[in-house]
């Protein structure tokens, strides 16, 4: 009988053709990253920084007045002068974002980025300087003795005719995690100083 027809020499020929199959190698998942996700939110509110803030300056101002009117806690007069950097900041912002709808919108996109980076870091500034009058570290203006009466700044009060002590720059009225209301107003101006100023040198080839 020849060895095509022996069962054994067809199994050995048919074990040798077989091709073996390799197991892949199995190791951990690997893990999923959140990095993309982080670096989309942070490239959209650069590219949409002058609503961003726009919102941020009506925020602290809304907080402002909020403190005013329901918590009492009325404002000195450097109070009142870091108000004004976000009435300033909120309207350079609605500019900007007009702007980017403009015919010269690419040009006009890195200056007025620039220029609430100015505002914000002016309004830092102001801030940790009220800070440092607080704090004891130099003297404040001599218009925050606190001394003089000022009409009282909501609107009940000033239909009742009453008025008001304004009160010194040097004594903080609210205090929260061992850091006055101006020392928070400069640690939130600097971060939105920082973020315009990343905003206006990021390089980009689309506007919003």
Request: with cysteine; aromatic share 10%; net charge positive.
């Amino acid at each position: 009988m020849s060895g095509i027809d022996d069962p054994q020499a067809t199994q050995a020929g048919l074990a040798q053709a077989e091709t073996p199959v390799v197991e892949p190698v199995r190791g951990p998942a690997p893990a999923v990253t959140v990095a993309p996700a982080k670096t989309g939110i942070v490239s959209l509110g650069l590219e949409w920084w002058p609503v961003v803030a726009f919102v941020a300056s009506a925020a602290m101002l809304a907080t402002a007045h909020a403190f005013e009117t329901f918590g009492k806690l009325y404002p000195c007069p450097l109070c009142l002068r870091q108000r004004e950097v976000f009435w300033v900041a909120g309207t350079v912002a609605v500019i900007a974002i007009a702007a980017r709808y403009s015919p010269w919108a690419l040009r006009a996109r890195r200056p007025f980025d620039l220029l609430l980076g100015a505002v914000f870091l002016y309004g830092a500034g102001l801030a940790a300087y009220h800070a440092g009058v607080e704090l004891k570290w130099w003297p404040g203006p001599t218009t925050c003795s606190g001394g003089a009466t000022a009409a009282a700044s909501d609107l009940v009060a000033m239909l009742k005719g009453d008025t008001i002590k304004p009160p010194a720059c040097d004594k903080a009225a609210w205090i929260f995690l061992g850091i006055s209301m101006a020392g928070w107003n400069a640690l939130i101006s600097l971060g939105l100083a920082t973020t315009a100023l990343a905003a206006g040198f990021r390089k980009t080839e689309t506007v919003r």
